[in-house]
């Protein structure tokens, strides 16, 4: 969505523009919550909601809004039947589909956002999408970690102390979603509703050992938005120039390394962590430091049955219990028969978002029910909310 939004941002120069933006999904929807699409006075195009489906639709609301015959508003899709010729998403998902004029009014507080997201800092935006009083939709505010709400009005004040507390737990898991409330403010109830766009900083993939399947790993992994760090502590191997692809190439023992940046709390859940050098000085010191951390998410050792067998005989000899052990994925990797590095990368990358998206691993025609999960938003909104409901 940043790119969409600077698009805008840029386009309000010459006046409002209109922003569609996908709040809620159910089913085998395309796109997930957050995806958008701008569209000028002018007819120009950027973004998409749906992948097709219903962006003729989106873009006539979207041309409404801007000549101020249609207000802000949701509109839902959903499945259109095949023999009809109505707008529907075929596919057989439903969204909704928030649709505003962006005002030039509006371009400090939209350059502010992007800068934070430009820079890696996390950063959302909550929007009133619904509300008993219309004057209140559209409204908008952006919240920090830090609780900074420097030169908010006395709307978006209001807004904050409303969604403060569920939008800032919301950035914390970097997760994007709706959250919904009473009339009045009170938890039950639905409303008001309030979307929450959230932007973190990327994800960090950290690869010990500067080998061939490395390079193609940090590859793949930037393809998928990664952070990568490439560690190794031998200097003629651990050069930039090997590994292009990767933010940050460091010399070090990769066990050092690792408990330095966890203990600097720059790893976290997301984190994944790769031992793909098959030597025990470097993968058991470095496997011991990363199961131990609950702020790495994934980590995995590439090897033979045989090497990971004596792998963990060497990581129950330096104390490692046995549910530490129950987190390593190793041989690292889904069973597609990969064979080159950059097969195997593929692999590697498969099974680190099957891990973060509690994903099979299947094939999806041996599957059944939804093919699109929700990707963590709706359960994490409802995990955030459940304490409260208590």
């Given at each position: ?6 698009f ?6 010459t ?13 085998s ?13 002018e007819?120009?195009?950027v ?32 499945f259109a ?22 005002r030039?009014?509006q ?5 502010r956002?992007l ?7 996390a950063v ?27 030169g ?49 900083p990327?994800p960090?993939?950290?690869i ?26 031998r200097?003629?191997f ?50 011991e ?9 994934y ?19 330096a ?26 990368a ?7 978002i ?9 094939p ?27």
């Open positions: 969505m940043a790119d969409v939004l600077r805008v941002a840029d386009s309000l120069s006046g409002p523009v209109a922003l569609a933006t996908v709040v809620s999904t159910s089913g929807s395309p796109l997930p919550a957050g995806s958008a699409m701008a569209v000028t006075a007819g120009d195009v973004g998409s909601v749906s992948g097709g489906c219903v962006e003729a639709a989106v873009f006539d609301l979207a041309q409404e809004v801007l000549r101020g015959t249609a207000g802000p508003g949701l509109h839902r899709f959903g039947d095949a023999d009809a010729f109505e707008v529907g998403l075929t596919c057989g998902g439903a969204l909704e589909v928030f649709v505003e004029a962006v030039p009014a371009r400090s507080r939209l350059d956002l800068l934070d997201v430009g820079e890696q800092r959302a935006l909550a929007t009133v999408t619904a509300h008993p009083d219309p004057a209140q939709v559209g409204l908008r505010v952006m919240l920090r970690p830090d609780g900074d709400a420097a908010a009005t006395a709307d978006e004040l209001r807004l904050l102390a409303l969604v403060g507390d569920d939008a800032r737990a919301m950035l914390g898991n970097g997760t994007t979603g709706s959250l919904t409330y009473g009339a009045l403010g009170e938890r039950l109830g639905d409303a008001i509703r309030v979307f929450v766009q959230t932007w973190v990327a960090r993939l950290i010990v050992g500067a080998v061939d399947f490395s390079a193609a790993l940090a590859r793949v992994a930037k393809v998928l938005g990664y952070r990568v760090t490439l560690c190794d502590a200097p003629v651990a050069t930039p120039q090997r590994f292009p692809a990767a933010d940050e190439v460091v010399v070090d023992w990769p066990h050092r390394y690792l408990r330095a940046e966890i203990e600097a709390g720059r790893t976290d859940g997301r984190t994944a962590v790769c031992v793909l050098t098959h030597d025990s000085k470097f993968d058991v010191p470095a496997l430091v990363a199961l131990a951390s609950g702020d790495v998410g980590v995995g050792a590439m090897g033979s049955r045989r090497t990971h067998g004596d792998r963990v005989g060497r990581l129950r000899d104390g490692v219990t046995d549910d530490a052990l129950a987190r390593l994925h190793s041989p690292i990797g889904l069973d597609l028969g990969a064979r080159t590095p950059e097969e195997t593929v692999s590697i990358a498969a099974e680190i099957a891990s973060r998206y509690a994903g099979t691993g299947r999806l025609a041996a599957t059944g029910g939804d093919i699109h999960r929700p990707g963590g938003a709706v359960e994490a909104v409802e995990a955030v909310r459940a304490p409260a409901r208590a």
